[in-house]
């Protein structure tokens, strides 16, 4: 610490050479031989006293806590104030020995910035001389040694030399002052320096504005290279971005002056007139009012990191071998297919799975690396064979599969895709000299007839494919009743036999109610089976298998005869609740569906006023005369019937009249929303109108909100069923259910 001291006593003493400014306060303070002499002669006068004044400079220090503190300090350090003390009293001897030389003045110039370095200010200095001036002038004033014609010349050489070291004193701490005043400029300079050549080298544009008056607070140099010509404001480089994505980042911006931290991605043009990509990072700086008072950004180039994202979402989409889409990005496709399909009515989608015949030949005969070879030609024929918006992916192995995202009529669009893309395989592919002809299978499932998600669209199609290679028709369309094959619907199918025998069925009921009497009109039997392993099964879950083996007719009777028996129970219990029972098309086409009817009648007289019976319209245009003729008989027997899930299949009009039936049932699909979807509803209203104009009565199913209900209620349907008025539920429930609803009978 010293030495480094003594070094900058050297380099300050450049400032100012103690030589030439000795000289000048010599003669500023006409200090002159005169005053020497007589300095020399009462010298040993002056020095009288010294340990009081030993004693007066200590107090003195003491006497101010500041400069207490400061003595602390030093004390701290391990140095003795006595010692201090000391040297202040040597000073007052040298003082007085009129040493004026240049020496002696370089001296108390380093003396000067010790004091700068402990921290001693100026005014203590003060306060010390003054304290030298006053223990001298005592003396001189009282002292008898002193002959009174001296005492004036003496007072005036003393004052002098006192003020030649307090001087050279302070000039020496102005100089380590200044000096240290320097360093830090230095310092600081050069900091700035380091934090600009950071700022050219480090490609993010940083910026900040001063958002209350709107002015540019800082823009990093590297901002020139980005926008060359202006730093528009308040948003650096916003008139180079795009202009389509500029809304966005103004967006951003407001959101920032919300106090929002933001990030906000955006293309930006380049000078040299190319496109790149560009992340705004906005960060706000709040007062300490909360208020935003600063933005600041940061703007960077993510161009490569954009593309690299893109590369990896490539790579993790595509199957490496054919550059076609892989499994992953074909399922997604189909869900969005299926997703737009149901927006849109009408809209069918098509799946295909295509799996090439005897291709293990090949690998096995000529290789793998053939086998891949071949593999992408034939994936490069299929491509030809597609329309743009068709997705063609390789699953795997030898298995490709097509998504027709969009075909008005599944089974004819998609049937002469598939002997378009079957078409490829009737021209041999080469592999050296060697002719090669493939075939291969294609199944094909149809969204929504076949299957409502992808997984059993997947399923479905593959299944289809499996029959058309047993076939050996080229393309197959699922087909319910040809896909009993799997165990598990075997094991199921099995299940559903005994399921009667053990009486694992169930019938649930859910409530129907009238609007203009606000009365509960009758209930729908809904089919449930508990089955031993898997739980309560709905009938989705069971019925087609039913209906595929032929058991649905069983069913059916078993349905029939369980309802006219609670029907009749109820009546007996003064409950007048007439059933509704769901007739699936297989029982509606058997010849013995009246039979059926009237059997489970029979044992209650024939009241047909028991049972209704609920038919799709499919079902009854499929075969209008027959229609008309069992329908006429349900009619004599006194049980009416509802065309159910009206609106999902094809109605003719003209037919319509002529069918003997009592009431149409809206389909739930368009109930459910239709307090949301302008355009269900409008579909809900035309069925009213056309159900009444007909003569008919208009229930609507699937009521599951009081907003739905108020709706049906002011476009005039007779009755409503759904989960909003009650559950389908086992018929102990019901009498809970009316005692506690608002529905009576
Ligand atoms: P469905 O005849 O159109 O019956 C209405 C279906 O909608 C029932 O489903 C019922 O639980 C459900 N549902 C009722 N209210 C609401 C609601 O507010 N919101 C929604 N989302 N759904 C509601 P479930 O019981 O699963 O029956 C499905 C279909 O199975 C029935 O449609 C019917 O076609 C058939 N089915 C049920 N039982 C039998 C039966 O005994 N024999 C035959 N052949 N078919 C039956
Ligand atoms: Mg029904
Ligand atoms: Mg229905």
Known sequence: MQGRFVQQSKESSARKESPALNQQFLQFLHINENDLAILARYREVLQQGKERFARIFYDYLYAFPATAQVLEAYQAQGNHIEHLVKRQTEHLVELLSGNITAESAAHMMYIGEVHYRYNIEPVWIMGAYWLYLDHLQTIMASSSAIEAQHRAALEDAVIKLLFRDMGMLLEGYWNAAFLALHQEKDRVSELQSQVQSMLRNIPQLLWSVDVVSNHLLYVSPTTRQICPIAAEMPIPCLGWTVPSDRELVERAWQRALQGERIEVESRVHSPGGSERWFRRVFHPFLSAEGKVVRVDGVMEDISDTKETREQLRRLATTDTLTGLPNRMLWYDRVTQAIAAARRERGRQVAVMILDLNHFKIINDTLGHPTGDEILYSIAQRLRTALRETDTLARLGGDEFAILLPDVKSGVQDAGKVAENILACFSEPLWHEDNEIYLGAAIGIAVYPDHGRDVDTLVRRADIAMYGAKGSHTGHLFYNAETDTNTAQRLQLS????????????????????????????????????????????????????????????????????????????????????????????????????????????????????????????????????RAQEVLGKLGTMGVATSIDDFGTGYSSLAYLKQLPIDTLKIDKSFVLDMAHNENDAMIVRSIIDLGHNLGFEVVAEGVETAEVMDLLESLGCDYAQGYHIGRPMPATDLRTWLAGGGWHL
Do not use: C
């Not at 009365?519 to 309560?536: F, I, N, S, T």
């Not at 010849?591 to 029979?602: C, K, Q």
């Open 494 to 625: 099995s299940d559903l036999r005994h399921a009667l025998q053990r009486d694992e069925l169930e019938l649930y009921y859910q409530p129907k109610v009238h609007f203009s009497s606000r009365r509960m009109k009758g209930v729908e039997a809904l089919l449930r089976w508990h089955h031993p392993q898997q739980g309560l099964l709905e009938p989705g879950q069971f019925l087609p298998l039913a209906e595929q083996t032929g058991l649905i007719n069983s069913i059916t009777e078993w349905v029939l005869k369980r309802a006219a028996a609670q029907a009749q129970a109820w009546r007996a219990d003064g409950l007048d609740l007439p059933i509704a029972v769901n007739v699936s098309p297989r029982t509606f086409q058997s010849p013995r569906f009246v039979e059926m009817l009237r059997d489970a009648l029979s044992e209650y007289s024939g009241n047909g006023a028991l049972l209704e019976t609920e038919i799709t319209e499919n079902v009854l245009m499929a075969d209008i005369a």
